[in-house]
Nanobody, 124 residues
């Protein structure tokens, strides 16, 4: 079975940094585009960042562009999200997702597998 397990979430003050990791198993990792989504309290899940199979193509939500960096290590079957200059509005549950598609996907309905999520809390 496919498993995506996020880690690295936690509590941080505004302006700080966190690095999220998502370890995958049960799938041919390099055949999947990977993405990060987040869900703030009372809001819908929203696209955050995505990366292509070989880690070259990337896409970011406007709200995080320039602050967040997505990367992947196919040998380790892991995707990362480096989050810098964090803001309170970045608070939420962050989910890792895998997409067996042709191009990098930016909507949740395009993704095939999801992790359980990891909480990120940014205080002012």
């Amino acid at each position: 079975q496919v498993q995506l397990v996020e880690s690295g979430g936690g509590w941080v003050q505004a302006g700080g940094s966190l690095r999220l990791s998502c370890a995958a198993s049960g799938l041919t990792f390099n055949a999947y585009r990977m993405g990060w989504f987040r869900q703030a309290p009372g809001k819908e899940r929203e696209f955050t960042a995505a990366i292509g199979r070989r880690g070259v193509s990337t896409a970011y939500a406007d709200s995080v562009k320039g602050r967040f960096t997505i990367s992947r290590d196919n040998a380790k079957m892991t995707v990362y999200l480096q989050m810098n200059s964090l803001k309170p509005e970045d608070t939420g549950v962050y989910y890792c997702a895998a997409d067996f598609g042709i191009t990098v996907a930016t909507t949740s309905r395009e993704y095939d597998y999801w992790g359980q999520g990891t909480q990120v809390t940014v205080s002012s």
